[in-house]
């Protein structure tokens, strides 16, 4: 008889701590159910022409449409109740992680809104979102009463065009690689615009692979053939620069035009090859004259540098001409000279132009700018909205006057508007007087809605004043907002704007909504746990300061409603990166996981972050190292004042320059922190400003204002030093290596399938799985 054997040895993946596994396991779950919770991307609304009476008391799926029977079945009741208001029909975007296919699901949710004469609203619900499987991007027309569907292949497919009607669908077109390849989704250079009579579209696209040499066994061939040949093969030809982070293996985006009807499509001629297109738009069209675009252009004579983050790119507002379609493309080779075809540039005064739209009436022509991070160098900084009054005869365009409607804001006042910051227009942002424009903006730690009069100047905040929590408009429905509204403990919820008839004040209701939701777990978690934005004393403030730099920054504070037995939780700092970005008071998945493990938050925003004006943005550039470290141990010590932290239980976490702090903080303050974790960080600017795709920003954030001139891209040895003087490498005794040397656990994750961002799902899920568990180990 054989002898008993011994069970084997349990094998732990590589790198988990058996003491902790447990933990590992009960976290994991934990963060699948925040990971669960759905965001809502877009929304948009159309009018209902027949209102509510005609409802059809059916439910019918199709591909997220906006139709009258795509409703839950009601009541005579409901009906009757419905009779009395205005209706219109929503359709909100959303997406959810989805971990086992590592990327974001997509689905549509529509709803019919109803008004009524008490200024009450009703959304009633449609039972299930759609799935919208593959599909790259979509757009309804102006009316509503067709929906573009975008499918963009994963090789060289050809690109999918559907056009729907409410019923069914009516178009289908399959585009070529040789006509041009994928549709731009991204947000510079993706524009996607319907003409007024919806019988065409403008978009961008990239343009169609370039050829390439081939060569067989007797060397080149001059006449190379598209065909797959198993005696010959394709060269790589020559290098072509791209847009650098996310732009990997992109072509240049250019625009093209798709008749709808006939599946024709025509790129827009006599765009540079040194330009990038984006943004495109529709300019008014006349009987008198022709049809013209509007578009965003870059240029890029020399070399491309990253765009991702930065605003700091030269762009302006360029006009071309339509191609004409069928019988008139023939008319158009036979009449139309070289000159007709010359791309305006109608913004020459000002070295940025992006997000162009028109007034209703095609009288002005609206744009943001960020001309100040152009002749800067800052990557991102204050903003500022612009008018151009669209004059009649088209020649006059290029002496167009620009007008500049909302300014750069230096120093806000004690609780004043800020300045224009990541400003977005909605796809129909005007209200029904044709000169009020709605639009998003950060103000401080927070994202709030603005209206400006177009024809006055006139600024509004329009989001509760009062509230702390961040706002969002995503669409209009007439003169009423539907927006979106959380916070760093309140999952993301819809509101109603509306004004009463007697009333000039914004009023706003919350709208009960299927898309958020989340366990009953991650509900009372969040509901043990409150926020507040605090105001943090600049320390050692100096007679060279601005009064802008001199005033005080904010951090988000995020703890217990209650001290749980009289003791405080463990605090974990939270650093943005940027460093000209902002850490907004919206919510956030994995901060609100942090929470929900029993941490009390200090989310800093320190000079130099958007939303506080412009004089304390740039008083970071030059000094990045200090005054940023020394604003979040300031911050820290605020805390500890307050009576909201204990100084021997803190973490710290950053990415990007959050990372770079992170570094810095545990480099220079070592005996302040109990753990850390950095998140993608800039370590080394000395070998960074080689090997990044933004060389300028190092130059800009080490040298400050004369880091612009500075610039080139062979850095001298004493360049190279002063980086390294900068960088948290100087401190390399207190990192990894050296650390594991002296014994001090360290830990080390690299995602080689992600990039900068570090925001595919499955990274983000097993990042922050392994950051919660390392705090608690060494923080709880």
């Excluded at 209102?51 to 005579?76: E, V, Y």
């Excluded at 798709?258 to 790129?267: A, C, F, H, L, T």
């Excluded at 043990?528 to 100096?542: A, G, Y």
């Excluded at 795709?693 to 612009?708: M, R």
Aim: negative net charge; contains cysteine; charged residues 20%.
């Amino acid at each position: 008889m054989e002898g008993s054997k011994a069970a084997p040895a349990k094998t732990l993946p590589l790198g988990l701590d058996p003491t902790m596994e447990e933990e590992y396991e009960s976290q994991s779950k934990l963060l699948g159910e925040f990971a669960s919770i759905s965001s809502i991307d877009k929304a948009w609304t159309f009018k209902s022409e027949n209102g509510w009476t005609t409802l059809s008391l059916t439910t019918h799926f199709r591909i997220g449409l906006p139709s009258n029977d795509f409703l839950f079945c009601f009541s005579p009741i409901d009906v009757r109740c419905f009779d009395a208001g205005i209706g219109s029909h929503a359709m909100f975007a959303i997406s959810q992680a989805n971990l086992l296919a590592n990327q974001r699901r997509k689905s549509i949710l529509s709803a019919n809104v109803s008004k009524g004469s008490n200024s009450s609203v009703c959304f009633q619900w449609a039972p299930f979102p759609v799935e919208m499987t593959g599909v790259a991007t979509m757009l309804p027309s102006p009316s509503g009463s067709k929906l573009l569907v975008v499918r963009n292949p994963e090789s060289e497919s050809p690109v999918q065009f559907e056009i729907w009607s409410q019923s069914h669908l009516e178009k289908e077109f399959q585009i070529p690689q040789s006509v041009h390849g994928s549709v731009y989704t991204d947000g510079w250079f993706e524009g996607i615009s319907w003409n007024s009579d919806e019988t065409h579209i403008a978009y961008v696209a990239e343009e169609p692979t370039p050829a390439k040499p081939t060569f067989d066994g007797q060397g080149y061939k001059k006449c190379g053939s598209e065909e797959k040949d198993c005696g010959s093969w394709k060269g790589v030809g020559e290098w072509e620069e791209e847009w650098g982070e996310t732009y990997a293996g992109k072509r240049r985006p250019v625009i093209f035009i798709i008749d709808i009807n006939s599946g024709e499509v025509q790129p827009v001629k006599g765009i540079s090859k040194h330009l990038s297109a984006g943004q495109v738009v529709w300019a008014p069209s006349t009987e008198t004259s022709p049809q013209y675009l509007i578009f965003v252009g870059w240029s890029s004579e020399t070399r491309k540098l990253g765009i991702k983050y930065c605003y700091n790119r030269p762009c302006g507002l360029y006009a071309a001409r339509a191609p004409f379609f069928g019988s008139d493309a023939k008319r158009e080779q036979k009449e139309i000279s070289e000159e007709d075809l010359l791309v305006l540039n109608v913004t020459q005064g000002i070295s940025s132009a992006f997000f162009p739209v028109f007034s209703p009436d095609g009288k002005h022509l609206l744009f943001l700018s960020a001309r100040n991070s152009v002749d800067s160098g800052a990557h991102s900084a204050t903003e500022s909205l612009h008018r151009i009054d669209w004059p009649a005869n088209l020649q006059a365009l290029s002496s167009a006057k620009i007008v500049e409607m909302i300014s750069v804001v230096q120093c806000p006042e004690d609780g004043g508007f800020p300045g224009i910051y990541n400003g977005s227009f909605l796809r129909k942002p005007w209200l029904s007087d044709g000169t009020t424009i709605v639009l998003n903006s950060v103000w401080g730690s927070s994202e709030v809605i603005l209206s400006v009069n177009v024809s006055s100047g006139d600024l509004t905040r329009i989001s509760p004043s009062d509230s702390n929590a961040a706002w969002r408009a995503l669409t209009l429905n007439d003169d009423n907002i539907i927006a979106v509204s959380s916070s760093p403990i309140d999952l993301p919820e819809i509101k109603y704007g509306y004004k009463e008839v007697q009333d000039d004040a914004w009023n706003w209701s919350s709208v009960r909504s299927p898309m958020i939701k989340c366990s009953a777990r991650v509900k009372s978690l969040l509901s043990s746990r409150e926020f507040n934005i605090l105001k943090i004393p600049v320390k050692d403030v100096s007679a060279n300061l601005t009064k802008g730099a001199s005033k005080p920054y904010e951090a988000i504070q995020v703890s217990r409603t209650s001290k749980k037995y009289g003791q405080l939780d463990p605090l974990i700092v939270f650093l943005h990166g940027g460093p000209h970005a902002v850490s907004l008071s919206s919510f956030s998945k994995n901060i609100a996981f942090l929470a929900s493990l029993g941490y009390s938050l200090l989310i800093v925003n320190y000079r130099g972050s958007l939303g506080f004006g412009e004089e304390a943005l740039h008083s970071l550039p030059g000094k990045i190292g200090t005054q940023d470290v020394n604003d979040v141990l300031a911050a820290i010590d605020h805390a500890i004042d307050k009576g909201f932290a204990s100084p021997n239980r803190i973490a710290v976490i950053g990415g990007s320059h959050g990372g770079f702090l992170t570094t810095h903080l545990i480099g220079q303050a070592p005996e302040r922190f109990a753990a850390a974790a950095a998140r993608n960080p800039v370590c080394n600017l000395a070998s960074m400003v080689g090997t990044t795709d933004i060389p300028d920003w190092c130059y800009f954030e080490v040298y400050g204002s004369e880091g612009k001139d500075k610039f080139t891209e062979a850095a001298s040895a004493a360049d190279l030093a002063i980086f390294h003087s900068k960088s948290p490498i100087s401190h390399i005794s207190k990192y990894a290596r050296s650390l594991k040397e002296k014994g001090v656990e360290t830990k080390i994750m690299i995602f080689p399938n992600d990039v900068h961002g570090l925001e595919i799902p499955r990274t983000d899920y097993e990042s922050f799985i392994n950051i919660g568990v390392w705090f608690k180990k060494y923080c709880k």
